[in-house]
């Protein structure tokens, strides 16, 4: 019988996380790789800017509150730059300013922490639609 093994993706889907809490980060990337995706994390967004993840980056999650640029300036200067990017916003701190803002830079979803996994994953899905990145279906690989 073929055994089913993951098709290549055609087009690149890169995940990157900007958090400052390094618990958070590495919670994030264990996540998401459980998910079959891999992950950068940064703890800032200078170091996110000024590393080459920048240019390959697809869709980036951003904790909205830390030190220096915030997570919705990163995406500010991050969408002036390179405009194909998703957005997906965490934040132990919501209030209606931010999630307007956060509305109005459209981003693909908003989320207060503690969330659910599976939200971020289904998130994390619809930003792989939107960028144009197929889902990886099971091509069949034979065994002979």
Do not use: W
């Amino acid at each position: 019988m073929p055994e089913l093994t993951p098709n290549p993706v055609q087009i690149p889907f890169h995940i990157t996380v900007v958090d400052d809490d390094l618990s958070v980060r590495n919670a994030l990337r264990r996540l998401i790789q459980s998910a079959g995706y891999t992950a950068a994390i940064f703890p800032n967004a200078m170091e996110f800017l000024q590393s080459p993840a920048f240019k390959e980056t697809s869709c980036l999650i951003l904790d909205v509150q830390m030190p220096g640029l915030d997570g919705l300036g990163l995406l500010s200067v991050v969408r002036a730059l390179k405009s194909q990017v998703a957005a997906i916003i965490i934040t132990a701190h919501p209030d209606e300013s931010i999630r307007a803002r956060a509305a109005a830079m459209n981003v693909v979803g908003f989320l207060e922490k503690p969330f659910d996994d599976q939200a971020l994953i289904a998130i994390i899905q619809k930003a792989q639609q939107i960028h144009g990145a197929p889902q990886t279906p099971p091509v069949q690989k034979s065994t002979v």
